[in-house]
Structure formats: structure tokens, C-alpha cells
């Protein structure tokens, strides 16, 4: 199992960046699939989800209005479109695909990180 994910950079407050995790070696269907990021010095935080059967999503107070989780059955992705970027939002974002119908935070596949950085 592959999880790939791309997109990251740096981006000034304010503005947008849209992450995508392309998935391979695995039934992406049958999946939970979430974005999580680890800021230096912090602990890793699931940023949003969603679910394989409803579709249901997930995300934390902090990014409600700002982030949207997208996934793509047929192309085997998942995006995180990312706007009003924060400083606070700076982080490794990492995407992650589980077998059980909830959001989580113990996923049993991982892709590499990709780097998010806001600032002016």
C-alpha cells in the first residue's frame, strides 16, 4: 500500500493550498481516509476525515469553514483544499487510510509528509 501525498509549500496568510493523496494497493473505496498534521513541538492532530460508507466528515474547530475534505473513489484520492491559511496552520500534513468507518486517530496506512508553511 502507497499513500502519496503533494501540495504543500509555503503561502502567505490568508491564502489557499490544496493537498492531494493519491492511494494505491489498496480498495480505496472501502476506506476512511483524514488528513492529520504534527507542528514542531506539538502532537500529531487528526485536521478532518472522511468516512468510506456515508461520506460523513470530519474536522476539527479550528479548521471548520476554512478546509474542505474531498475523495475521489474512481482515482483512488483524497484532497484537502485549504483556505484563509493561518501562521497556526503551519505543520507537516500527512494523509492516512483506515479500514474502519470512523475518524480516529489510529490509522493503519500512512503516506509521507508533505510541508505547509504560512507565513508573510
Known amino acids: 500500500v502507497q499513500l502519496q501525498a503533494s501540495g504543500g509549500g509555503l503561502v502567505q496568510p490568508g491564502g489557499s493550498l490544496r493537498l492531494s493523496c493519491a492511494a494505491s494497493?489498496?480498495?480505496?473505496?472501502?476506506?476512511?481516509v483524514g488528513w492529520f498534521r504534527q507542528a514542531p513541538g506539538k502532537e500529531r492532530e487528526l485536521v478532518a476525515a472522511i468516512r468510506y460508507r456515508t461520506r460523513t466528515k470530519y474536522y476539527i474547530d479550528s479548521v471548520k469553514g476554512r478546509f474542505t475534505i474531498s475523495r475521489d473513489n474512481a482515482n483512488s484520492t483524497v484532497s484537502l483544499q485549504m483556505n484563509n491559511l493561518k501562521p497556526e496552520d503551519t505543520a507537516a500534513y500527512y494523509c492516512?487510510?483506515?479500514?474502519?468507518?470512523?475518524?480516529?486517530?489510529?490509522?493503519?496506512?500512512w503516506g509521507q509528509g508533505t510541508l505547509v508553511t504560512v507565513s508573510s
Open positions: 492516512a487510510a483506515d479500514p474502519r468507518d470512523r475518524p480516529g486517530s489510529e490509522y493503519e496506512f
Open positions: 494497493g489498496l480498495r480505496f473505496s472501502l476506506y476512511t
